[in-house]
């Protein structure tokens, strides 16, 4: 498992700058085909948190029950996504 965090070259130096901290707030984007389109203001990201990770490039979020997302809350996996490090969710 080490090993594959380690990259050639690097000189034995892991790198974690996709690592956030568990617990954060998550904006998530909204996809543009479930976005309202007749709506100029309409919001853009919900609100989610983060629980886990997958891969090295995709988060996994939980979003509240109601949310825009086609899975109207649950779990997501997501790519598109800008974190707030100084707010934990409880």
């Known amino acids: 498992m080490v090993n594959s965090l380690l990259n050639e070259g690097d000189n034995g130096i892991?790198?974690?700058?996709?690592?956030?901290?568990?617990?954060?707030?998550?904006?998530?984007?909204?996809?543009?085909?479930?976005?309202v389109r007749s709506e100029k203001m309409a919001l853009r990201a919900q609100i989610g948190k983060l629980i886990g990770y997958e891969?090295?490039?995709?988060?996994?979020?939980?979003?509240?029950?109601?949310?825009?997302?086609?899975?109207?809350?649950?779990?997501?996996?997501?790519?598109?996504?800008?974190?707030?490090e100084s707010i934990i969710d409880d």
Do not use: M
Request: net charge positive; hydrophobic share 35%; aromatic share 10%.
């Open 14 to 35: 892991v790198d974690v700058s996709n690592l956030r901290v568990y617990g954060c707030r998550a904006y998530v984007t909204i996809a543009p085909e479930d976005r």
């Open 55 to 84: 891969g090295k490039s995709l988060y996994l979020i939980l979003l509240p029950p109601g949310s825009v997302s086609r899975q109207g809350g649950g779990i997501v996996k997501t790519s598109y996504i800008t974190f707030d």
